[in-house]
């Protein structure tokens, strides 16, 4: 009697074929991308004001960079992933594609796109002087975060003239989804930042910017005027060792109660020697109460690096009063990092 095979055999040949296409595919994929890591690892010692419980006041952060790039089908795509740090469990991605003239296409998954690119653009030699200071939700203390974020959100880059445009839209809520994953909360939103030097007004050493944005805050009758409204300005100019920066900020909110608030800030950052760089800067936010006498939080910070190789040693100082539109609230912090790049 004779044993029939031929649906078996059909079969076998079926997975070694996906096999061998699946080892090929993977083969081409290691050989077009190059696959680079970097890291760093910062210890830090910090202090708050005397409201607050600093508790054990070390710390460490270690942040590693894995990126990958090759050209397929004539286009250099690459990918990006960083650990900010693994005690937090917090992380961001990038996947973007290089069509030369016609720009870049990419999806953000918190590396920074459009307005957030340029939310303080004010120089400083370690962190920025709202570093560490209790924030609001919305631009208080903290730096501008731009209408679209910087999660979940598509990215476009080109240079027109000498101008960067880097533009950013999210539909729905600004969250990092995994694949085959949404978020229903949330409503769309869209931003862009224009960025140039001074070289198409004959001006060496000055950099200079403009962005804005909108958010969907719903359609409530009788609730709402408009979207809520980033925009922000700024301008740096070098000078020898020294830089120079001013920025102003406002956000309008759509809702009838929303708080709008105003922000100006200017630093001054100065390379000592070249490996010791100082700063100071001033920030100040008023918040325009609808149905409450305006509070005006005034923010200052000191900072200063000196770098040794891949070893580098920060520190800064920022306080703040009129903290979070609360006229008796004050804030403070001291931080001291060490950090190590490898």
Do not use: C
């Amino acid at each position: 009697m004779k044993t029939i095979t031929k649906g078996k055999n059909m079969n076998n040949l079926k997975k070694v074929g996906l096999t061998a296409l699946a080892g090929s595919l993977a083969a081409v994929s290691a050989h077009a991308a190059e696959m680079t890591v970097s890291g760093a690892t910062m210890l830090t010692y910090t202090s708050e004001d005397a409201s607050e419980v600093t508790g054990n006041p070390y710390g460490m952060k270690t942040n590693l960079g894995f990126t990958a790039s090759g050209e397929v089908n004539g286009y250099t795509v690459s990918y990006m992933q960083t650990s900010k740090d693994q005690f937090a469990g917090m992380s961001s991605a990038r996947l973007s594609v290089d069509m030369g003239d016609m720009g870049t296409i990419a999806f953000d998954q918190g590396s920074g796109s459009g307005l957030a690119t340029i939310d303080d653009k004010t120089p400083a030699a370690a962190e920025e002087i709202w570093d560490g200071i209790d924030t609001d939700a919305t631009y208080g203390t903290g730096g501008l975060v731009g209408s679209a974020g910087n999660s979940g959100v598509w990215n476009y880059i080109n240079t027109f003239s000498g101008v960067t445009l880097n533009a950013a839209f999210r539909k729905g809520s600004g969250t990092s989804n995994a694949d085959g994953a949404s978020s229903n909360a949330g409503q769309g939103a869209w931003d862009f930042a224009l960025t140039t030097d001074g070289a198409m007004i004959g001006v060496d050493g000055l950099s200079m910017g403009v962005g804005y944005g909108e958010a969907e805050v719903g359609e409530q009758a009788g609730t709402v005027d408009h979207d809520n409204e980033d925009r922000t300005i700024f301008a740096n100019y070098s000078f020898g060792p020294g830089t120079f920066g001013y920025q102003v900020s406002a956000l309008d909110k759509g809702a009838k109660s929303g708080i709008d608030q105003d922000v100006t800030a200017w630093g001054l950052a100065f390379n000592v020697n070249e490996n010791l760089s100082i700063s100071y800067g001033e920030r100040e936010v008023e918040y325009n109460n609808p149905t409450a006498v305006n509070v005006t939080e005034d923010g200052e910070g000191v900072g200063v690096a000196y770098t040794m190789g891949s070893i580098k040693i920060a520190g800064n100082r920022n306080e703040v009063t009129n903290n979070n539109n609360s006229a008796s609230s004050n804030d403070q912090m001291t931080e001291i990092a060490v950090s190590f790049a490898f």
